[in-house]
């Protein structure tokens, strides 16, 4: 499961998702048993390790969680359920899509977006 959705809950980039109260949010899921979050550099990579230590969530994460809602966002992200597939009248992959979607715009790697495989 990719916890951080796109980095941000809006396409201008304004509004960042707060990283650890996702991740920790999703750890805590019994149904969950493997997660992809991403991380850049070192710094990242300690905050997704240190969620870990404790997987509380504290008030300001859980208010955190839903700043999109508050906001109106959406999120930038899809549940990958693959419901959408058998409404297409055109036979797209969706689900694949939006993943690519998601890194073109979401994370800013035009390159990932390319190399998904459809």
Same mark, same amino acid.
């Given at each position: ?9 809006? !396409? #201008? /980039?304004?509004? #960042? ?6 991740? *920790?949010?999703?750890?805590? +899921? ?14 990242? &990579? *300690?905050? +997704?390790?240190?969620? &870990?230590? +404790? =997987?509380? =969530? ?8 839903? =700043?999109?809602?508050? =906001? ?18 055109? !036979?797209? +992959?969706?689900?694949?899509?939006? !993943?690519?979607? &998601?890194?073109?715009?979401?994370? /800013? ?10």
């Amino acid at each position: 499961m990719k916890t951080q959705a796109g980095v941000y809950w809006d !396409r #201008k /980039r304004t509004n #960042k998702i707060n990283m650890k109260a996702a991740l *920790k949010w999703v750890l805590q +899921d019994e149904n969950v048993h493997t997660t992809i979050p991403a991380f850049a550099n070192y710094e990242e &990579m *300690k905050e +997704d390790l240190a969620v &870990m230590e +404790d =997987l509380t =969530l504290t008030p300001q994460e859980k208010s955190d969680l839903e =700043l999109g809602e508050k =906001l109106g966002f959406s999120g930038c992200y899809c549940q990958q359920c693959g419901q959408c597939a058998a409404q297409c009248p055109a !036979r797209m +992959d969706i689900p694949t899509l939006m !993943r690519s979607h &998601m890194y073109a715009f979401a994370h /800013r790697q035009p390159k990932k977006a390319k190399a998904t495989p459809v």
